[in-house]
């Protein structure tokens, strides 16, 4: 293992540290590194609160912030944050409006965000909850509701943040973000895997000229280990998946995001996207929103994910609102 | 006996905390064997905060005892099982709302209750090998004993027997769920760690009605 740590124990708290030195705007609430919170919260709004273990900054607790989340349940790596841990941020981002908890498809997420919410509601706290399940390598059709969340969840944050900031109720923000969960479709690739810092060493392998279509964010199997294939290739057999599930003809507008897994290079996520632009403007879809970057890492994974969001004319202004985080910035256009 | 009031819930929460923290090294073996080791920490833990809780009570009534404990678990025991017992109590405590004493129907409807909330949120199914496959012959026994009329300390007492069975008949069952999944076929021949929380349970609840 090649990291830069002290105790490995300590890893999650020291770069949580590092962030509340780095980022005023952000704070934990009580005492608690893992609770963490926007450092002010705006009066009379709707809370979005997510969560999940550590390990794929930005995700989760890197969409806290203006437009975007209030508050995120930080586990250690890959685990999920505590009941407690989210309950806690829960009181804290309650504003009288109720808190939309927001979060991918997991079993450890699940129970603890509803135990979260039972405990909420006891204290008079109103809560929905929306998962992220876009992960098309992880359920076959007619199995949504089993899919994993992965780097798609970026686009629920986002429409449901906007929603939020607009000052619309509970039901109406968890409807939104459920419709952008309904809507978004993601597929990935891995190249190499990644190491928990605990654990020090992978808990897998990807030989040298394989990939592994379908893997999961956390090492979870996908669909098929081949021979690593030219990147317009690659792009070919992962995107079929997305253009099975999303039919462009009524409606044509979709947002793409293009997202690196830790390790492999901003080019590279170029050249992908170059050929998954190509692919959908000839399926007929028209892109009015791209992002291109890392959104949601699994460590030092090497290896890419492809997401697609079916717009609709409630959905795109949502995504083209402006957003102001510690780890992401956009303009409104 | 006259089934349990206040008092005799205060003095289970109790006795509870007192086995958990004797039996914590015994959990940890068990769940170590195919888990991360931590059930008996977290029991201890868990129970002994439960107990402090509802020791500090003021105006205690059953069902708010009941959630008080459950609440105070899920703090204290951020882990599955924690989680799953604390869910058990804040649903078993509701189904028990208004009643001042917790005879054998109140008992049934809580046991029911409990076990239906640990299949709830831990999106199991009886079979599984799993808390589930003994807190289910516990609650469908103590609703049988709530038809035949027969008194809360008869009735605890076959429960605790169908639990006993329950977990024995574990060891031939595969895990389907957490960490234990992982291992499968492995996990043929071993006593399920989960389930023996829940038989610790029934047993120190019959115990209390009997004494």
């Known amino acids: 293992m090649k990291k830069f740590v002290n105790d490995p124990e300590n890893f999650v708290d020291e770069m949580l540290d590092g962030i509340y030195?780095?980022?005023?705007?952000?704070?934990?609430?009580?005492?608690?590194?893992?609770?963490?919170?926007?450092?002010?919260?705006?009066?009379?709004?709707?809370?979005?609160?997510?969560?999940g273990g550590s390990g794929h900054l930005p995700l989760f607790l890197g969409y806290v912030g203006e437009n975007m989340l209030d508050g995120a349940g930080v586990g250690g790596v890959f685990q999920s944050p505590s009941s407690e841990q989210i309950l806690e941020v829960t009181r804290h981002v309650?504003?009288?409006?109720?808190?939309?908890?927001?979060?991918?498809?997991y079993t450890g997420d699940l129970m603890n965000f509803d135990m979260a919410g039972e405990l909420a509601d006891l204290e008079g706290i109103k809560t929905a909850t929306v998962v992220g399940r876009d992960d098309v390598a992880s359920s076959v059709p007619g199995e949504e509701h089993k899919r994993r969340g992965v780097a798609g969840i970026f686009f629920l944050y986002k429409a449901a943040g906007a929603a939020a900031a607009r000052m619309m109720p509970l039901e109406e923000v968890a409807r939104i973000a459920e419709k952008a969960s309904?809507?978004?479709?993601?597929?990935g690739v891995a190249l190499s895997p990644c190491i928990v810092p605990e654990v020090g060493k992978p808990g897998f392998e990807i030989g040298e000229n394989e990939m592994e279509i379908g893997m999961g964010i956390h090492g979870e199997p996908g669909i098929s280990?081949?021979?690593?294939?030219?990147?317009?290739?690659?792009v070919d057999r992962m995107i079929e998946r997305i253009l099975a599930e999303q039919d462009y003809t009524q409606d044509k507008e979709v947002a793409v995001l293009v997202n690196g897994l830790g390790a492999t290079p901003l080019e590279e996520l170029y050249i992908l996207y170059r050929r998954t632009a190509q692919r959908l403007e000839a399926a007929g879809a028209q892109i009015r929103h791209t992002f291109i970057g890392e959104f949601a890492t699994s460590m030092e994974m090497a290896g890419a994910s492809i997401s697609v969001l079916q717009l609709d004319s409630e959905l795109e202004p949502l995504i083209a609102a402006g957003g102001d985080t510690p780890f992401f910035k956009k303009l409104a256009n | 006996m006259q089934g349990f009031g206040t008092d005799e819930i205060a003095a289970l929460f109790a006795r509870l905390a007192d086995v958990f923290a004797a039996e914590k090294e015994a959990l940890i073996a068990l769940d170590g064997k195919v888990g991360d080791s931590d059930l008996g920490l977290t029991m201890a833990k868990g129970f002994g905060a439960a107990h402090d809780a509802v020791a500090a009570m003021e105006t205690p009534t059953p069902e708010a005892q009941l959630k008080t404990?459950?609440?105070?678990?899920?703090?204290?025991?951020?882990s599955t099982m924690g989680t799953l017992m604390a869910t058990g109590?804040?649903?078993?405590?509701?189904?028990?709302?208004?009643?001042?004493?917790?005879?054998?129907?109140?008992?049934?409807?809580?046991?029911?209750?409990?076990?239906?909330?640990?299949?709830?949120?831990?999106?199991?199914?009886?079979g599984d090998k799993t808390v589930l496959d003994v807190l289910h012959p516990i609650a469908?026994?103590?609703?049988?004993?709530?038809?035949?009329?027969?008194?809360?300390?008869?009735?605890?007492?076959r429960a605790r027997v169908a639990a006993e069975q329950a977990l024995e008949d574990t060891k031939d069952l595969v895990a389907q769920h957490g960490k234990a999944a992982a291992f499968q076929e492995k996990t043929r021949g071993i006593q399920d760690a989960g389930s023996t929380v829940a038989v610790i349970l029934i047993r120190t609840m019959a115990e209390c009605a009997a004494d």
């Open chain 1, 21 to 51: 030195r780095a980022h005023p705007e952000v704070t934990h609430a009580g005492d608690d590194l893992r609770c963490f919170v926007r450092s002010k919260q705006v009066p009379g709004k709707v809370g979005l609160v997510t969560g």
């Open chain 1, 94 to 105: 309650d504003q009288g409006a109720g808190v939309l908890y927001l979060y991918g498809n």
């Open chain 1, 182 to 187: 309904a809507r978004t479709r993601t597929i």
């Open chain 1, 225 to 234: 280990r081949d021979a690593l294939a030219p990147a317009d290739e690659v």
């Open chain 2, 69 to 78: 404990a459950g609440a105070a678990l899920a703090r204290a025991a951020p």
């Open chain 2, 89 to 126: 109590l804040l649903r078993g405590s509701a189904a028990v709302s208004g009643a001042e004493r917790l005879e054998t129907a109140e008992m049934a409807a809580f046991w029911s209750a409990f076990r239906d909330g640990v299949a709830h949120r831990g999106r199991a199914q009886v």
């Open chain 2, 140 to 157: 469908e026994t103590m609703q049988a004993q709530a038809r035949e009329g027969a008194s809360l300390d008869a009735a605890l007492d």
